[in-house]
């Protein structure tokens, strides 16, 4: 059982292509730190990417500049793919946080060498797209990526801030995109700061 | 905790946007009868809708008709998300496929209701697109919603197909939009189903 029992096609391409299917099923095993907002168990980078990328689709509105949400969509889709090797690094592990960026470009070679070049080449660039941060897709992108664990924490008594001991500056960092990209929403993150240091989830 | 706790932004529309997404989130609690491909557990309709997304970046070139990938792409993050309430229909149960229209119609109605109405008719329009399998789109996407859990059944001992008991004609029939719309793919869909029939996970 398992990738010994594929069945080659008689077409390198398209093996390459069902292969990577197979391989990108592993982000069900990458957990992050952030719970489901039933509390019952930690959520994974699939169940995370397909959130986020269902989420392009509602908050257009609020974005400062003009997107493409079926863009930003599909590079919510590809975005943490290379956490598969790399693995999720925490949001508020300053230490975890510094060889993320190695890490990540080791895990990126490896992972999209197993495409067709220029699919991989393509996967790859809505990836360096996304972690830029510099087009209004990657920044609509981002504030989703921000947003939704920000809405599960404030279900979840707070959880990962809690477990990180976070501070108001560490959360205000990290969601300093919606701030800038999307001021209305960032009202309602503010507001929900506030609420997360009166409740103590929040350090001042 | 929970959606009790969701603090109003004071902007009704935000606010259903907002819960919308907490809502969606029960998709991760919808469970498939497919296994994950490492065989740890079912997957979840969060997981397999995020799969499918990311396939339809990869599959264009085998599709008979033009596609649009990215609608494609976004066509397969809704198209299970009346299953939050109607529940997950197994393909193989010829009895509980004959109220899924009804149920899901009525999941329909209840969860696109949520959002601000012309949000609410984007993702039903979308849905029911997909459903109908008449455009290049939802032809494409169906493809897909077809071939993943083919692949992890390949890849799975033949695990639904074992559970159902399933015939080789029920598995054809599924696949049958792979055949029309994309042959090519067929063809090793067709030498895994020979594959699984010598290997007694189908039945002739």
């Not at 995370?48 to 974005?63: P, Q």
């Amino acid at each position: 059982m398992g990738i010994q029992d594929f069945l080659s096609s008689g077409n390198i391409r398209l093996d390459q292509q069902l292969k990577f299917v197979a391989e990108v099923d592993k982000m069900t095993g990458v957990l992050r730190h952030t719970l489901l907002i039933d509390k019952s168990r930690r959520e994974n980078d699939a169940e995370h990417s397909w959130h986020i990328a269902l989420m392009c689709l509602l908050f257009e509105e609020y974005a400062l500049e003009k997107v493409d949400i079926k863009r930003a969509a599909i590079m919510c889709i590809v975005h943490d793919l290379i956490e598969i090797y790399a693995g999720d690094t925490f949001a508020f592990d300053k230490k975890a946080n510094e060889d993320k960026a190695e890490r990540e470009q080791k895990s990126a070679d490896k992972l999209f060498s197993l495409l067709p070049p220029e699919q991989g080449k393509f996967f790859r660039s809505l990836w360096e797209e996304f972690d830029a941060m510099q087009t209004a897709d990657a920044k609509y992108a981002a504030c989703m990526d921000r947003l939704q664990p920000f809405l599960h924490n404030t279900l979840t008594d707070g959880h990962t801030w809690v477990e990180a001991g976070a501070k108001r500056s560490a959360v205000e960092a990290r969601d300093s995109v919606i701030k800038e990209f999307m001021p209305q929403v960032y009202q309602w993150v503010d507001a929900n700061i506030e609420n997360a240091i009166k409740k103590g989830w929040l350090k001042v």
